[in-house]
């Protein structure tokens, strides 16, 4: 059974961190890919983060490159994504997910093209949490 769930979302002030965790059921974090995601009111869902199995590589949004960092720790069956330097536009609710067909995509495709950085391809999903920022 696939269980994905988020924590870590709180207010915080503008320029200030956050580290959200996403604990993965052990078959899912095994076997997919996994990744950040982020929704903000009257917004699309966007990608933030991503990291291909057991961690061989990662790939950012353009607004998250410098300022966020995705991990796991395979001991714990969990993602993270320590955040810094946090700004308004960052407010949104944060949700972890799994690919199932990426592990079958070549590391090379997956960082030199825009394969991660696509909503579809991402199958499943868990809870969200919400991160608030102010000014």
């Known amino acids: 059974q696939v269980h994905l769930m988020a924590s870590g979302g709180e207010s915080v002030q503008a320029g200030g961190s956050l580290r959200l965790s996403c604990v993965v059921s052990p078959d899912t974090y095994r076997r997919n890919c996994m990744g950040w995601f982020r929704q903000a009111p009257g917004k699309e869902r966007e990608v933030v983060a991503a990291i291909y199995n057991r961690a061989r590589g990662t790939r950012y949004a353009d607004f998250a490159k410098g300022r966020f960092t995705i991990s796991q720790d395979d001991a714990k069956n969990t993602v993270y994504l320590q955040m810094n330097n946090l700004r308004p536009e960052d407010t949104a609710m944060y949700h972890c997910?799994?690919?199932?067909?990426?592990?079958?995509?070549?590391?090379?495709?997956?960082?030199?093209?825009?394969?991660?950085?696509?909503?579809?391809?991402?199958?499943?999903w868990g809870q969200g949490t919400q991160v608030t920022v102010s000014s």
């Open positions: 997910a799994a690919d199932s067909s990426c592990p079958s995509i070549p590391l090379g495709q997956w960082l030199g093209t825009d394969y991660p950085m696509r909503s579809d391809v991402w199958n499943f």
